[in-house]
C-alpha cells in the first residue's frame, strides 16, 4: 500500500512492490496474479484502515452537519501524518496515466465517485432531518465538498501544513453552514 501511494500506479515497478513486501515477483503473480490485483488490493487496505477516518466521520456523529465537519477537519489532519506519504490515497490516485493504465484511472475514479456519493447521502439525511434548508442542492454541495478535500490533499502533497489545510477546513466548514436550518 505504501509503495503504490507514495509512487502512484504506474511509478511502482514490480522490482519496488517486491521489495516492499520481500518477496520474488513469481510470489507476487502467483499471489495476486496482477499488478492491477494488487493495486485494487492495496487501495481496499487503504481505504479500510487509514483512509477509514472518513467515513467514519460521516456515520459515527449524530447530525449530518458535525460529521462533514469532522471529516474536513480531520482530512487536514491525515493528510499531513508523518512517516508515511501525504494527501489521500484515492483522491490522487491514477489522475493521468498511459493509455494502457485506463482501468486503473477509471477504477479510482469510480472510488472517489463513491466517496461523493456518500457525502451525498449524509447531505439527503440531514435535509431530512431539518439540518440543511429543504433548497439545498445536495449533488453541488457534495461535490464542492468532495472538490474542497481532493485538493487538500493535492496541497498536502505539495507541501501545505496541517495549520494551512485546518484554514482550507474551516473556510469549506463556512460555507457549509449557510445551508444550514
Known amino acids: 500500500m505504501l ?21 520474488t515477483p513469481q510470489s507476487l503473480y502467483a499471489a ?7 493495486y485494487h488490493e492495496a487501495l481496499g487496505h487503504y481505504q479500510q484502515t487509514v483512509g477509514a477516518f472518513s467515513m467514519r466521520a460521516l456515520e459515527e456523529e449524530v447530525s449530518s452537519v458535525a460529521g462533514i ?19 489521500c490515497m484515492v483522491s490522487t490516485a491514477v489522475l ?16 472517489r465517485k463513491a466517496a461523493i456519493e456518500a457525502l451525498k447521502r449524509r447531505i ?21 465538498l468532495g472538490s474542497v478535500i481532493q485538493g487538500m490533499s493535492v496541497q498536502a502533497q505539495d507541501g501545505a501544513t496541517k495549520q494551512e489545510l485546518l ?15
Request: aromatic content about 10%; glycine content about 8%.
Open 69 to 87: 465537519e469532522r471529516m474536513l477537519r480531520e482530512s487536514a489532519t491525515e493528510f499531513c501524518k508523518a512517516r508515511r506519504p501525504r494527501g
Open 3 to 23: 509503495t503504490f501511494w507514495k509512487l502512484g500506479y504506474e511509478g511502482a515497478s514490480i522490482a519496488d512492490l517486491t521489495a516492499a513486501m520481500e518477496i
Open 124 to 144: 439527503d439525511r440531514g435535509i431530512e432531518a431539518g439540518e440543511f434548508k429543504s433548497t439545498t442542492n445536495s449533488a453541488g454541495l457534495a461535490r464542492y
Open 96 to 111: 493521468t496515466c498511459a493509455t494502457e493504465n485506463r482501468d486503473e484511472a477509471r477504477y479510482v475514479a469510480q472510488l
Open 167 to 181: 484554514a482550507v477546513a474551516e473556510l469549506a466548514i463556512h460555507s457549509l453552514r449557510q445551508f444550514s436550518a
Open 32 to 38: 495476486f496474479g496482477s499488478k492491477s490485483a494488487l
